[in-house]
């Protein structure tokens, strides 16, 4: 984290004035990436040869950077304030707030709690969260599970409200979106170990994400599905985990009821270790959907990764993994890779 300016916020008309601190947080990564599906590659690369100018490549070269800055105050009444924003994303905003704000976070603290809003995770993701990632790019992250207050259910670029309140071991979140989208969990834990658990719901007529094709949204026979959400379309998602000797293992499940439409059951392990420099990580994740249409085949998704990082310090890593996708509906599975180096300061 770079510092870059200190300056003065001025908190309205006839408020003191607060010393608050901005930052400026850079990451990125560089090198390539591999893939293939039924013997073919599943990227697309220039050739002047080919009738359409491209041709199919079994591998990429990849590279991204972000530039995230964020600003910090405290209020004469104590109360911490700030906002960060992720340039990369401010730039491609989409939304009813069709500017560079709406694609940021803004939060006041106190003893209260916490209340942001913005394009933030809900109540349920910030008490459940993830499975361990791998790879330079994430691979599609499939390592995620799906929630649904945010993965495309709500109206794009419509802020979530979020209220959370920390005592002792214990977190309560509650979220909620202009749209009539809403989340509540909890979440407990000890030295080694946590657990949560989180509800949410989203308003009929919007549409939820089942299966998303992953970061690599080019590749042929996209395999993307979504449901319009019936009445009462809601999640009950849970996750535990426990950390000992440099180990973390984590398990989720997920359960997506769309009435009328489809279930969907979501459950995954991860195993996460390190130890002098290096990190090892590795994932299962599988999505079965049951259609509520007979004529409609159920279907099976199972997602696997492996990957490791080491450490080259002051924020420079090493960086690389494998994954498979194995969706229920294709002829064959998809299998990507990557590596390169990533940094962070």
Not at 25 to 36: D, I, K, M, P, T
Not at 69 to 80: F, H
Not at 337 to 342: K, Q
């Amino acid at each position: 984290m770079r510092k870059i300016v200190a300056c003065a916020l001025v908190l309205g008309s006839g408020a003191g004035v607060a010393n608050a601190d901005a930052t400026a947080n850079v990451e990125g990564y560089f090198g390539a990436a591999f893939g293939s599906f039924d013997g073919n590659g599943i990227f697309q690369t220039a050739d002047g040869k080919s009738s359409t100018g491209l041709t199919e490549s079994s591998y990429v070269f990849v590279y991204d950077l972000d530039v995230t800055v964020s600003a910090t105050g405290t209020s004469d009444s104590g109360l911490t304030f700030g906002a960060s924003i992720d340039i990369d994303d401010a730039a491609t905003a989409q939304g009813p707030i069709s500017d560079l704000g709406s694609a940021g976070e803004i939060f006041v603290a106190g003893d209260f709690g916490t209340l942001a809003m913005g394009d933030i995770d809900d109540a349920a993701e910030s008490v459940v969260g993830d499975l361990a990632g791998v790879g330079l790019t994430g691979l599609g992250d499939f390592n995620e599970m799906l929630y649904l207050v945010t993965s495309g259910a709500e109206y794009a670029g419509s802020p979530v409200a979020l209220y959370t309140y920390r005592s002792g071991h214990m977190t309560l979140a509650f979220a909620f979106t202009d749209d009539r989208g809403w989340s509540a969990g909890g979440e407990y834990g000890g030295d080694f170990w946590d657990v949560g658990l989180a509800y949410e719901s989203v308003q009929s007529g919007a549409t939820i994400t089942l299966r998303d094709p992953g970061d690599l949204d080019h590749i042929p026979n996209s395999p993307a599905l979504s449901v319009i959400a019936p009445d009462n379309a809601h999640q009950t998602i849970a996750q535990g985990a426990v950390r000992l000797a440099g180990v973390t293992l984590k398990g989720a499940y997920g359960l997506i009821d769309a009435q009328g439409e489809a279930d969907l059951a979501q459950y995954g392990v991860s195993a996460e270790y390190g130890w002098s420099g290096w990190t090892v990580a590795a994932y299962f994740r599988e999505a079965d959907t049951d259609f509520d249409d007979p004529a409609t085949s159920d279907i099976k998704d199972r997602f696997y990764g492996l990957g490791a990082t080491y450490d080259l310090g002051g924020g420079l890593l090493l960086a690389g993994g494998v994954a498979v996708w194995d969706f229920d509906d294709l002829p064959s599975e998809y299998v990507v890779g990557d590596f390169g180096i990533s940094f962070n300061f």
